[in-house]
């Protein structure tokens, strides 16, 4: 038992209390997008109502209010991550982008013709399509470590693949469709013993673990704010210092710069050389709300609870629904199930809980070549957060009877 208190939590949501459908929403996507607390739609509101205006460019109070309400987020986020410093903390509107600005800025620097660049089978297309682009433009090459059945990474063929040639290595901590924890641990000290630079998507991670950038050793790590209780078109990557100071911008415009002339441009110091423009403040300010919300929670509290509902799911699935076939076994895994049943397709079993109020996410979850490893077109996907309770999980099993009933 925790002592997180799911009931106490939602009272701050005020989303989840209303009817979808006619029955009292239960809310069962947030590996897709997490729901707000109070605090943060209030942050956003107030600060549109009585701090707006841009960030570190005016000498007038509200700019300065403003520029310092972004800087202290920026603070918490360092903290956040245990971060050296907070020029190692790169706003950006999300993972994708994050990701994105890695391509092309480590693409320019480090990544030559024959190159290889090695991720995993259970990537998100983010996580795979960005460096598809960079191998074609650069003629370096996409190698992909293969996963086991049960959704657990082959780690000795990761280290297998890693040689001379790898010059980065991107891959997730937390699979979005699996749930499996990756040993990213183990995965990065293989990569620094090779020399080869590490990037871990982090997308469905933060919302649950603690994370350490100085333990985990890693170069770059980057998340979505709207998965961890933020604002949507919000995220960061954070960046070893050194090498982000190495690397060129991403993005040519206002804010990234020291000086310009038609002849030469010179560069912003970190971090404002990969922040081209105006930002999204009020995003960054909600997000900053948001980690301190998480905070107050405490992610082992989080953690621990969320096992809690993994555990108690599992279970109830597994004796209460006799065709199901669980995707993702891993032994260390985020409270995410994803599955199906029979012969049914994702979507109509989706379409009949969402009539009842349970939204669940049902497709390919950006992560094509991972279907096409299991030979499904997708699965239902039930993604719980802290604010979820066992009470739901029994919903969603007799809504999954009834849907049953219905489709035989
Ligand atoms: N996965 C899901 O339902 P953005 O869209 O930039 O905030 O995050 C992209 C992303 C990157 N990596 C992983 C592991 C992810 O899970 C996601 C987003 C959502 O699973 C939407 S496809």
Redesign the pocket.
């Known amino acids: 038992m925790t002592n997180l208190d799911p009931y106490k939590t939602r009272a701050d949501f005020p989303i989840l209390h209303q009817d979808i459908n006619g029955k009292p929403l239960v809310y069962f ?1 947030n ?3 997490s729901q707000k607390p109070k605090v943060v739609i209030d942050a956003v509101s107030n600060y549109y109502s009585k701090s707006h205006a841009n960030v570190h460019r005016g000498v007038h109070t509200l700019s300065q209010e403003a520029t310092n309400m972004y800087e202290d987020a920026r603070r918490k986020l360092k903290t956040f991550v245990n971060a050296r410093f907070e020029e190692e903390i790169v706003f950006t ?7 994105n600005l890695l391509a092309f800025s480590i693409g320019e620097k480090y990544i030559q013709k024959g190159d290889e660049i090695l991720i995993t089978e259970m ?5 795979i399509v960005p460096w598809q682009m960079l191998c074609e433009r650069k003629g370096a090459t996409l190698k992909v470590a293969p996963i086991f059945d049960n959704g657990e990474l082959n780690v000795d063929a990761f280290k297998q693949l890693l040689s001379y040639k790898t010059k980065l290595a991107a891959f ?6 699996l749930g499996t924890v990756n040993p990213v641990k183990e995965l990065i000290n293989a990569c620094n013993a090779n020399g080869t630079k590490v990037f871990i ?4 991670s933060a919302p649950h673990l603690k994370i350490d950038v100085q333990d985990l050793n890693c170069d770059f790590y ?3 704010g ?2 961890l209780c933020g604002p ?1 078109g919000i ?1 960061i990557i954070y960046g070893r210092k050194d090498l982000l100071e190495e690397m060129p911008p991403y993005q040519g415009g206002g804010e990234m710069i020291k000086t310009v002339t038609f002849e030469k441009t010179t560069y912003n110091e970190l971090p404002h050389k990969f922040e081209a423009g105006t930002p999204n403040i009020a995003g960054v300010i909600g997000l900053g709300v948001a980690i301190d919300y998480i905070n107050n929670l405490g992610l082992l509290n989080i953690e621990k609870y969320e096992n809690e509902l993994l555990q108690y799911a599992t279970k109830q699935l597994i004796e209460n629904i006799p065709e199901i076939k669980i995707y993702g076994n891993a032994k260390h895994k985020a409270s995410l199930i994803s599955f199906l049943i029979g012969n049914h397709h994702p979507y109509d079993v989706g379409a009949l809980l969402d009539q009842m109020g349970i939204a669940v ?1 049902t497709g390919h ?3 094509e070549p991972l279907m096409s490893r299991y030979g499904i077109p997708g699965t239902i ?1 039930a ?1 719980f957060s802290f604010y979820n309770t066992k009470e739901e999980i029994d919903k969603m099993i007799s809504g999954l009877q009834k849907a049953l009933n219905i489709l035989s």
């Open positions: 996507d590996g897709a997008s509107s999300g993972t994708t982008q994050s990701i990537e998100h297309h983010s996580n997730i901590h937390v699979s979005n469709t998507d982090g997308a469905q980057a998340f979505s709207h998965k949507t995220g996410r979850h950006c992560t996907r993604s």
